[in-house]
């Protein structure tokens, strides 16, 4: 399954390099974030029917064949080596060296409850710092999901005693 995967990522890559487009270009093209497109072209999320063409619209060597298995629910997986590559370590170490703060802030700002994964948006920006240096900004912007107190009477999956 990890061959397929990775050859039909292949593909895609190719439709992309092939272009001369960047993720930012397709990304604004389609509406989309640019992570959303590379995390497309790299068979981490799924093509909706209604994003297909206007995607094909920006990448015209998107085929057919490709476009339907894009729209599979795809396999969301990392290679546990990704880690050592410097921008995903970098990446890494950032939120876990600000973690603790970040988490310190959504509980004081919002109470007990995390920022989903799933209800996600993240971008990747490149802005000019006030030195006039590139700096790069990366945006995660999740909707808030609170915990929740677990009492037995809302649990749909117990039968309810008269």
């Known amino acids: 399954m990890a061959d397929n995967k990775a050859n039909f990522t292949n593909r895609l890559q190719s439709v992309k390099l092939?272009?001369?487009?960047?993720?930012?270009?397709?990304?604004?093209?389609?509406g989309l974030t640019n992570v959303y497109v590379a995390q497309l072209l790299r068979r981490q999320a799924q093509l909706k029917p209604e994003t297909a063409p206007i995607l094909q619209a920006s990448l015209p060597d998107l085929t057919e064949d490709l476009l339907h298995e894009m729209m599979k629910p795809p396999l969301r997986s990392y290679d546990p080596?990704?880690?050592q590559e410097p921008s995903v370590y970098r990446l890494n170490e950032a939120v876990m060296h600000f973690g603790e703060s970040i988490k310190e802030i959504i509980n004081e700002e919002f109470g007990d409850g995390i920022m989903s994964a799933i209800d996600f948006y993240c971008s990747v920006d490149k802005v000019k710092g006030v030195d006039g240096k590139d700096r790069v900004v990366v945006t995660f912007d999740g909707k808030y999901l609170p915990y929740t107190e677990q009492k037995s009477e809302h649990m749909v999956s117990r039968p309810r005693t008269s």
Do not use: R
């Open 81 to 83: 080596n990704l880690i």
């Open 18 to 30: 092939d272009s001369g487009k960047s993720y930012s270009q397709v990304a604004k093209e389609t």
